[in-house]
Structures are given as C-alpha cells and as structure tokens.
C-alpha cells in the first residue's frame, strides 16, 4: 500500500489513461477524485473501480477543467474531505487534427482551453491547496506528449499545447520547489 492515506486528484479519468492511474493509486491505498468533463462518465468510471478494489477510494466529479472556478472548488472540497492533498495529476487533454492553413478559431480555441488553460489552472489550484495545506513532498504532474517535441503533421495546435505544458512544468518547478512541490511533464 505505497499510497496508504495520500489523497489524489486525476483529471480527464473516466476512461483511457486517466482511469489505468486512478485505478493504480486507488489499489496502492489512496483516495482518488476522478475527474471526468462528462460527470455521468466519472460516476459510472468511479462505481466500476470501487466495485473492483473493493472499497469506496474513488470520488467521481464532472468538471470541465477550463473552468478555473470549478477546479478550485473541487480541489478545495477533495482535500477537506481527505484532510489533505498530496498529488495533482493534470491529465485531462484533447486532440484535434487538422491543417493549419484552414484550422477554425473555434476549435483552436478550445483545443487551448483544455490543454493549456485547464493545465495551467489545475495546477495552480492544487499547489495553492498543497501551500495552504503545508504538504511535504506534494506532487504535480503534467500530461505534455512527444507533439510537445516533436512536429506531426495536421497537430500544430495541439502539439503547440503540448509544448507550451512540457514548458510550464519546467517553470512550476522553478516556482513551486520552495514549497517542497515537485512538478514534472511526461512527454
């Protein structure tokens, strides 16, 4: 039980990779907030995982995590309920392909939103909880990717996102080290 009592936060986890880590902390002992843009997803994801590790460990909330407001209520709540906040694990993210020359405002927009902006705010809204909290050894933990280093064709906004969050966790770091906050991008 190398989590016994942590308290975690995973965003975009009702299913894929958010899910496999919430999974994995849940069955090491922890308790896990789910976050999921579809709250109907997040509690169906949370009753399943539940179920099979045979304990309620897992807090379902539907959160779009552009809503910076919204994140920072849910954070709040979490860590009250668990008395603490140990790892944030921003994972939420969406992928849309298309070329550049004809790529809409709208979907660049939101492609942004999510990526970058939603990172950006989840973050801050658990090292502000993790500060508050006092937390030894508080983790966050940045979902980049290899378009963040690497040029793919039709992904120059998404890829743009994923290097402007491999770039942010280089700076949280700088920032946030101070308050015994590690910060890390997996690319």
Known sequence: MQFKDYAVVVTGAGIGIGYAICQSFAEQGASVALIDIDGEVAKKSAQKLNQAIGRECITPFG???????????????FAAKCGRLDVM??????????????????????????????TFFTAQAAANEMIARK?????????????????????????????????????LAIELGEYHITVNAIC
């Open 135 to 171: 937390t030894e050894n508080g983790r966050i933990i940045l979902m980049s990717s290899v378009t963040g280093v690497q040029a793919l064709k039709n992904l120059a906004a998404y890829g743009m996102t994923k290097a402007g969050i491999k770039h942010l966790a280089s700076v």
């Open 89 to 118: 694990i921003a994972n939420a993210g969406i992928t849309n392909y298309g070329e550049f020359l004809t790529y809409t405002p709208e979907v660049f927009d939101r492609v942004v939103a999510i990526n970058l902006r939603g």
């Open 63 to 77: 959160i779009d995590v552009a809503d910076p407001i919204a994140m920072r209520e849910m954070v709040t709540e």
